[in-house]
Every structure is written in C-alpha cells, then in structure tokens.
C-alpha cells in the first residue's frame, strides 16, 4: 500500500516556474515507478512524466518535452515535477501515481494516486 500527497501548486504567470512534490508513505516506495498526470476541466486525465523506480528511465508527453523534469529522492521517499516556461494551457489538477511495473504513460498501469494539486497559469 502505497499513500501519496501532493503539493507544491498555485498560480503562476505564464514563462514561470513551479516545482511539485509528491510525499509517499511506506517502505517499499523504491520498488516503485511514479508519474505524474493531469487533468483539466472538462478533459481526459491526461500522462505528463514518469520515472523508474531507481529513477534511470524518464517518460514525458510531448506537449512538456524540454520544460519539465521528472526526479525522485527514494531516501526522502519523494517524486518532483519541475516545471518551467509554463504556458496557459498547463493550467490543470496535478496527480501523482505509482505503480509497480515501469515508467509508464497508461494511466490504467497506475496502482495508486493523490488527491492533486491545482497549477494556474492564467492567460
């Protein structure tokens, strides 16, 4: 069993940065691989980056290539999402998941999920 909660969200202009956190409980959370996904109103959650469970292999959508970065700290037993430039469009509820297999884009692969955290980047 795994327990994630996120933090880290708010509103930013757009070309700024923020840096989300995700907390995990229990400690087995280095045998896990964890992503990050979102969801607007209105839309599909939707996959932004994923990492391996000993964080060697990173996946990211093409519409956040080359402006975030997916990392863990498995002694901390924490997952980051640093995001710069953000754009207007980025705007969303930010989830943190894990699942036991790899660094997956499906979110039906995930096993468990936070509660989210909402980015704003007003237009």
């Known amino acids: 069993q795994v327990q994630l909660v996120e933090s880290g969200g708010g509103l930013v202009q757009a070309g700024g940065s923020l840096r989300l956190s995700c907390a995990a409980s229990?400690?087995?959370?280095?045998?896990?691989?964890m992503g990050w996904f979102r969801q607007a109103p209105g839309k599909e959650r939707e996959f932004v980056a994923a990492?391996?469970?000993?964080?060697?292999?990173?996946s990211y959508a093409d519409s956040v290539k080359g402006r975030f970065t997916i990392s863990r700290d498995n002694a901390k037993n924490m997952v980051y999402l640093q995001m710069n430039s953000l754009r207007p469009e980025d705007t969303a509820v930010y989830y943190c998941?894990?699942?036991?297999?790899?660094?997956?884009?499906?979110?039906?692969?995930?096993?468990?999920w936070g509660q989210g955290t909402q980015v704003t980047v007003p237009s």
């Open positions: 998941a894990a699942n036991r297999f790899n660094a997956a884009t499906m979110r039906g692969v995930y096993d468990y």
């Open positions: 229990g400690r087995t959370f280095s045998s896990y691989a």
């Open positions: 990492i391996s469970s000993g964080g060697g292999r990173t």
